[in-house]
């Protein structure tokens, strides 16, 4: 079973970048794809980004197309998250999880599960 821990959240002007660092433990990281969402207070949680196995397909929701990148580094057992040109409206809790079957990929919320605690992302306008 693979754990994960995000980090890498904080307070950022519009327009600003950070990058999330999603590290997971548990020597079959390198056969899970991996997710990112995100929950803003009152909202559900949504689909952000997600990579696969080998790092060559990744997804991306329509909100942060052309700004966020995920990215994975198999040798660390952890896949990033960067976020540039962030918004106001990209404020939330961010998470990371893998998927539920090992090699599969997926653009959505339901095929991932053990989400982790989260890292909070604050873009101040």
């Known amino acids: 079973q693979v754990h994960v821990v995000e980090s890498g959240g904080g307070l950022v002007q519009a327009g600003g970048s950070l990058r999330l660092s999603c590290a997971a433990s548990g020597r079959t990281f390198s056969m899970y794809a991996i997710a990112w969402s995100r929950q803003a207070p009152g909202k559900e949680r949504e689909f952000v980004a997600s990579?696969?196995?080998?790092?060559?397909?990744?997804y991306y929701a329509d909100s942060v197309k052309g700004r966020f990148t995920i990215s994975r580094n198999s040798a660390k057992n952890t896949v990033y998250l960067q976020m540039n040109s962030l918004k106001p409206e990209d404020t939330a809790v961010y998470y990371c999880a893998t998927h539920v079957n090992p090699w599969l990929t997926s653009d959505r919320l339901n095929g991932y599960n053990l989400w982790g605690q989260g890292t909070q992302v604050t873009v101040s306008a």
């Open positions: 990579i696969s196995v080998n790092g060559g397909s990744t």
